[in-house]
């Protein structure tokens, strides 16, 4: 296990809805990615943060966005939700924002109909 | 621009069998990471190997084995003597120094047949 807790597993969620996905972070890290892995994709990165500041964004509308707390847990949050945000979102922590080795949690199965 | 080929969708192979991953990548940074991760059903990402650019030395760690060759832009992954447990979707990553992300290929889907 790699101390990388997501939640929920799994959500299903209705198109136009606005979903919070949650990620507690490995102990000692202070870094978050988030990640979007379509089915039988490889994962696509949306954005990291790194002490509660955002430090870099993929190539992801506004309407994904994220918090990280002190505590260096995280949300994502995605708003008005369509049919193709239906993946499996991962979390990553790291210590420090250069990916040395970055542990991933098991990941939220997001399903929009 | 930052970009991994998988270009092994599949493959399935007799247990016991070795198997060779590929994976090429582009980059025009001179310092960069190259990862391994494993992808169980389950889902999570399990890390396998991180080298850095700089580092060519082939690596072998008990069933698993890397060659990263520089010169032809491949790091690719042995798995010896191959067991059921292998089955899962193994995908190579680049992560520039410069950079905070990783660059993830499409993934290689490895059945072990028993």
């Known amino acids: 296990e790699t101390g990388v807790t997501q939640s929920p597993t799994h959500l299903i969620k209705t198109r136009g809805q606005q979903v919070t996905l949650r990620c507690s972070s490995q102990?000692?890290?202070?870094?978050v990615s988030w990640y979007q892995q379509a089915l039988g994709q490889g994962p696509q990165f949306i954005f990291q943060?790194?002490?509660?500041?955002?430090?870099g964004r993929g190539n992801f509308p506004p309407r994904f966005s994220g918090l990280q707390f002190p505590n260096y847990s995280s949300e994502l949050n995605v708003n008005a939700l369509e049919l193709d945000d239906s993946a499996l979102y991962l979390c990553?922590?790291?210590?420090?924002?250069?990916?040395?080795?970055?542990?991933f949690g098991q990941g939220t199965r997001l399903t929009v109909v | 621009a930052q970009k991994v080929t998988q270009a092994q969708t599949e493959i399935s192979v007799v247990e016991k069998e070795d198997v060779t991953l590929d994976c090429v990548y582009e980059t025009r940074d001179t310092t960069y990471y190259l990862f391994w991760y494993k992808q169980p059903p389950s889902g999570e990402l399990v890390f396998l190997i991180r080298?850095?650019?700089?580092?060519?030395q082939n690596e072998i760690s008990g069933r698993y084995s890397w060659n990263f060759q520089k010169s032809t832009s491949s790091f690719n992954f042995t798995i010896t003597a191959s067991q059921v447990v292998d089955s899962a979707v193994y995908f190579c990553a680049l992560s520039p120094n410069t950079g905070n992300q990783f660059y993830f290929g499409t993934g290689t889907s490895l059945t072990v047949i028993p």
């Open positions: 943060y790194y002490r509660e500041e955002e430090n």
């Open positions: 102990s000692g890290h202070n870094t």
């Open positions: 080298r850095n650019s700089f580092d060519e």
């Open positions: 990553a922590s790291s210590l420090g924002t250069v990916n040395t080795e970055a542990f």
